[in-house]
């Protein structure tokens, strides 16, 4: 047998390491591989093991470029944005609170079925039965896409729930792949039920709703567990494009039409019958109307508190439930009352006004208006009046005599010379004040001095009383705007400083209280939404620090409800009178400039601070005064408070109209109602009247008979000759009183009293020089 050779094609013997590539193989012996097939075989491992890694890196590289960044499924029920409300103190919804969507998270038991059915039937029929995408459903919209030419989504339940809470909108291929990913995940993640509910609480439905409860209150003003079957039809159909099936959008038809779709589709997936699907196409579907911003001051003043005690993005995001002090049909109707009388007064170039209501005994503020309107814009409606520093007018003046009363300087039956007067203040111009009628009332007691706001005996009080006393008693009283007694002067009394009406409803709550401050506040208790309390505030009634005693207090009440005692300047009928309601003590104050209206008054049940003006500070005409401008929109309010307080609104202890009491050590006596004194020879046979006073103040001597200086060529009279021509003497003897700072008046005399100089700071009972 012959031996089997090979021929190898190369002239050049090499080793196994130098051949690259056998160019022809033989083999010469059969079953024996041949050593070249060897090499091939390792060479196409090599190969292969190569592919593969690119291969591995590849998909890793991809997996990175899909997955990298990608949120977590927990992500659906730990991050939700849910939006903070802002309650009454009866529940009423006030003001919703969200960065950028509005939602309130319901459980799937509080949904109605026929709301679920709708969802599932127009969104994902499959929903019960697919891992979250549905290949029927792709396949079904790409045939009705390419061969129908109808545009369907061919997205789950599942996908439009991780398209719409975890990923962004963008419409590319790595953003698709993710949304395939995530929701296989949020399928082993979370059972179908729990997946319906995120979705019904996420799911954008227009606006800025997000979710079906906030979606229901948008569209239809009620809980999302009160939808019939229709309304349901109508909410299912438009998250497939919010804004172009919104009843609210520029084709409101659109929504009909789309409600018609979803019925058909749950007849279809037999969940109602054909009749039912009729009825509810019929049913007339009565929408909401968009809500105008409600109590927005009060409101945006809550949120700016919230976010000081929690962050703004706690209040923003955080579901927060915020119980408040306000009450919403009350602030309607003194919202109401602020916009109709400013429209009646444009004639006067009055532009805008302001209001403030409290319950005095804990402080709780039930109205609270800032502007004629949030959104005007002659006047900024934005800016919140009852933050702004006003002059006061002759509404700071109760303050002023409360302190006097107080200390015991003055009775409500002491005569104050009203009569012309300057006060030398050291360093200044002398400073004469004159009353707001033009005229002046020569003896006038305290109780229709402060109820007539005569301005030169408030004068005389505030120089009795000093500068700096009065200014720390006002700041304890709880006005804040008074610091430095410095930077005042004796028109301090007649509004001569700023304040807030803020303050100004704390200072008079403090009368209402019979001497107790309690501080004003708007939040009652701040929950989440789940129901955990994160702030409670239970005021006690009349828990604050006592300012002033009972029987101080009932003094000056008494003389701000007299009606008899401000009738010479305002008249007896007066919008200061509240119709059924007598017991109330109120006071006026404008600024002789006419720049700041306003009307305060009280009882114990509420207070009520009204404001008029410009926010310009520019001045009101003449016919803007204490009869009008401000006291209407106060008496409106008033009543409508006082009503309801009389009922037990605010509090169950309170039934009827609340009159001041008066405390035991409170006496009273009668007088003479000419001199302020008890009768004594001087005065014997003078007509009498009652007053009320603090222990052992009884006035009993005061009048006197004394020889006054007449001065015939002004028909003037003075307390001595000083200055006086002898040709134009003449003395005469009448009925003279003598007032706390030494001002004599005549209370017989047929002409009125001569100017009179006053230094200040002042001494009790000094002698006043006369001015010719």
């Not at 196994?16 to 056998?22: M, S």
């Amino acid at each position: 047998m012959k031996k089997k050779t090979k021929r190898v094609v190369s002239r050049k013997k090499r080793s196994l390491k130098q051949v690259e590539t056998p160019i022809a193989v033989v083999d010469v012996a059969p079953g024996k591989l041949h050593w070249f097939k060897k090499i091939s075989i390792q060479i196409t491992k090599k190969k292969i093991g190569v592919l593969a890694l690119i291969a591995i890196l590849l998909i890793g590289a991809l997996s990175i470029w899909v997955l990298w960044g990608i949120p977590l499924p927990d992500n659906l029920s730990q991050n939700q944005s849910v939006s903070t409300k802002l309650l009454d103190r009866n529940g009423k919804l006030i003001y919703e609170i969200y960065a950028d969507q509005r939602r309130t998270p319901v459980k799937l038991s509080d949904v109605p079925e026929y709301m679920k059915e709708a969802t599932i039937s127009i969104e994902d029929k499959d929903f019960y039965t697919h891992g979250g995408f549905s290949v029927t459903g792709i396949l079904r919209a790409a045939y009705k896409t390419v061969f129908q030419r109808q545009l369907e989504g061919g997205s789950t339940l599942t996908q439009q729930l991780v398209k719409s809470a975890l990923l962004t909108p963008e419409r590319t291929v790595r953003r698709k792949l993710r949304e395939f990913f995530l929701s296989v995940l949020v399928e082993a993640r979370y059972s179908k039920d729990q997946i319906l509910e995120l979705y019904l609480n996420q799911i954008p439905y227009g606006s800025t709703a997000y979710g079906i409860e906030s979606a229901t209150q948008l569209y239809f003003g009620k809980s999302s567990k009160d939808l019939d079957l229709a309304q349901s039809a109508l909410l299912a159909g438009l998250t497939a494009s919010p804004t172009r099936y919104s009843p609210f959008g520029a084709n409101p038809e659109l929504a009909k039409e789309r409600q018609k779709i979803v019925l058909r589709r749950m007849v279809e997936d037999k969940k109602i019958t054909q009749q039912q699907a009729d009825d509810a196409y019929n049913e007339p579907l009565v929408f909401a109307k968009p809500n105008s911003l409600v109590a927005p001051h009060f409101s945006l003043w809550v949120k700016d508190q919230l976010a000081s005690m929690f962050g703004d993005s706690v209040v923003e995001q955080g579901g927060l439930r915020v119980t408040t002090t306000l009450d919403l049909d009350l602030q309607a109707s003194a919202e109401a009352a602020v916009s109709r009388e400013v429209k009646k007064l444009v004639k006067q170039h009055v532009g805008n006004g302001a209001a403030i209501v409290t319950y005095p005994k804990t402080g709780e503020i039930l109205a609270m208006v800032g502007s004629k309107d949030y959104f005007a814009t002659d006047e900024d409606g934005k800016v919140n009046i009852i933050f702004a520093n006003r002059q006061p007018g002759s509404s700071i003046k109760p303050l002023n005599y409360v302190l006097a009363l107080r200390d015991k300087k003055i009775t409500l039956s002491t005569p104050l010379a009203d009569i012309p007067t300057c006060f030398a203040v050291p360093g200044q111009e002398p400073y004469c004040p004159v009353n707001y009628d033009g005229t002046f009332h020569g003896a006038t007691q305290t109780r229709f001095a402060l109820g007539n706001s005569y301005n030169i005996p408030a004068v005389k009080i505030l120089a009795l009383n000093g500068l700096e006393n009065f200014v720390n008693f006002a700041r304890d009283m709880g006005l804040t705007t008074f610091q430095d007694a410095k930077n005042y002067g004796l028109s301090l009394t007649l509004g001569g400083g700023e304040v807030r009406a803020y303050d100004m409803a704390e200072a008079y709550g403090v009368f209402a209280n019979g001497g107790v401050k309690q501080p004003l506040y708007g939040i009652k208790k701040v929950e989440t939404w789940s129901g955990k309390v994160l702030y409670e505030n239970n005021v006690d009634p009349l828990s604050g620090p006592r300012i002033l005693e009972p029987d101080v207090t009932y003094l000056i009440s008494h003389a701000l409800q007299d009606n008899n005692a401000r009738s010479a300047a305002f008249g007896p009928s007066s919008y200061l009178n509240v119709s059924g309601h007598p017991e109330v003590s109120v006071k006026t104050g404008t600024t002789n400039d006419r720049r700041d209206n306003w009307t305060d008054g009280y009882t114990s049940q509420a207070v009520v601070v009204v404001w008029v003006g410009n926010n310009d500070n520019s001045p009101m005409s003449g016919a803007v005064s204490g009869v009008s401008g401000a006291s209407p929109i106060w008496n409106s309010i008033m009543k409508n408070v006082l009503d309801k307080a009389g009922k037990g609104f605010y509090s169950s202890a309170d039934k009827g109209p609340a009159w001041p009491q008066q405390p035991e050590d409170v006496v009273g006596s009668m007088i003479c109602a000419n001199t302020g004194f008890l009768p004594n020879d001087a005065s014997n046979g003078c007509p009498q009247r009652f007053e009320f006073y603090l222990p052992d103040t009884v006035p009993a001597n005061g009048a006197t008979r004394e020889d006054l200086s007449f001065d015939r060529s002004k028909n003037q009279y003075f307390p001595n000759s000083d200055g006086i021509a002898p040709e134009n003497l003449q003395t005469e003897n009448h009925l003279v009183v003598t007032d706390p700072l030494g001002s004599k008046v005549c209370l017989d005399c047929a002409f009125p009293m001569g100017q009179i100089n006053i230094s200040y700071p002042v001494s009790i009972r000094q002698n006043s020089t006369p001015q010719p």
